[in-house]
Nanobody
Framework: QVQLVESGGGLVQAGGSLRLSCAAS????????MGWFRQAPGKEREFVAL????????SYADSVKGRFTISRDMPKNMVYLQMNSLKPEDTAVYYC??????????????????WGQGTQVTVSS
């Protein structure tokens, strides 16, 4: 079992920045993929970014490329999402997720086994 706890959400003006944190505990994360997803009201949960825990490889949704950066701190078992140049359309509940790495990356929320409780990000115009 993997337990995930997000923090760092809040209210920010358009153009501002936030850093989300995800604390992971439980099962060792070696050979896991850590992802960030988001869900706006009335919309499906969508992929934002992922990082391969062991190798550090990353992938981003086109909508956040160049603005968001995902990283991990292995000794601390933490995953971060640095969000810059925020836009009102980035407003959503952001979730941290984990899934065992099987040789390829998956971008659908249904593929991930473990989830945090979510943290709200609101970007005002």
């Amino acid at each position: 079992q993997v337990q995930l706890v997000e923090s760092g959400g809040g209210l920010v003006q358009a153009g501002g920045s936030l850093r989300l944190s995800c604390a992971a505990s439980g099962r060792i994360l070696r050979n896991y993929v850590m992802g960030w997803f988001r869900q706006a009201p009335g919309k499906e949960r969508e992929f934002v970014a992922l990082v391969n825990w062991s190798y550090g490889g990353t992938s981003y949704a086109d909508s956040v490329k160049g603005r968001f950066t995902i990283s991990r701190d292995m000794p601390k078992n933490m995953v971060y999402l640095q969000m810059n140049s925020l836009k009102p359309e980035d407003t959503a509940v952001y979730y941290c997720a984990a899934d065992p790495y099987s040789g390829r990356y998956y971008y659908g929320a249904h593929e991930y086994d473990y989830w945090g409780q979510g943290t709200q990000v609101t970007v005002s115009s």
